[in-house]
């Protein structure tokens, strides 16, 4: 597939500049209390280099996650590792705070550590509501479903640039230069409220990738 109005390339990634601009997105663990959450909904991909990072916080994340008691750490995919989970797919590292709010135990050690949460989660979960595509070329999008949690939006059509929380994920997963690039690209234009899918829909996130 081409570039079209949509989309642009950056530094060998086709970037669907519409569907990053449409969405606004803020974590807030809250909003999960006693409810679903995005880490009981999809598969995780694990990389073999991303391995050493959670394995080395292992001990500590069982006192935080009785799943990890209970359950295989990592199942084995067609594709590859993926982390594992429970009967009602929730990852083994998700944990519920005691006021109900799902945490990861992998971001939490990382933050008492003083580490950066990106340096020790796989790169599906850093990327999430966005998604990339294994490629070649890797497609940079939002997932299908994006709109059905509560920590994601749509943004009117005549907004300018990324929401905060977008721009925040690019920067964590493809660097500030990237990060930079893309929002020249958003500073020529402004969102077109039309995403539509005459971009090809996104492949399953890639951790190699990134
Ligand atoms: S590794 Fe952490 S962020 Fe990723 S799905 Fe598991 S609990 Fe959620």
Not at 29 to 50: L, N
Not at 123 to 145: A, F, M, N, V
Not at 153 to 180: C, E, H, N, Q, S
Request: with cysteine; aromatic share 6%; glycine share 10%.
């Amino acid at each position: 597939m081409g570039l079209d109005i949509h989309t642009a390339e950056i530094r060998g990634v086709i970037v669907h500049v519409d569907a990053l601009m449409g969405l606004s997105h803020c974590c807030q663990p809250a909003q999960c209390a006693g409810k679903g959450s995005c880490c009981g909904a999809y598969e995780v991909h694990v990389a073999p280099r991303e391995l050493t990072s959670i394995i080395g916080l292992m001990k500590e994340a069982r006192t935080l996650s009785r799943r990890l008691q209970d359950e295989e750490v990592f199942e084995e995919a067609e594709d590859g590792l993926v982390l594992g989970s429970d009967d009602d797919g929730v990852c083994v590292f998700a944990y519920r705070s005691r006021n109900g709010q799902m945490l990861c135990a992998l971001h939490s050690l990382a933050l008492k550590h003083g580490i950066e949460p990106g340096a020790v989660k796989p790169k599906s979960c850093l990327l999430w509501p966005l998604t990339l595509s294994q490629g070649p070329p890797r497609h940079l999008s939002t997932i299908d479903d994006a709109f059905d949690w509560p920590c994601n939006g749509p943004r009117p059509a005549g907004a300018t640039g990324l929401d905060d929380g977008v721009a925040a994920i690019v920067a964590a997963v493809f660097g500030k230069p990237f990060l930079r690039d893309l929002q020249d690209i958003c500073s020529q234009r402004s969102y077109t409220g039309q995403y539509e899918s005459d971009v090809a829909a996104p492949q399953p996130a890639d951790p190699d990738g990134a």
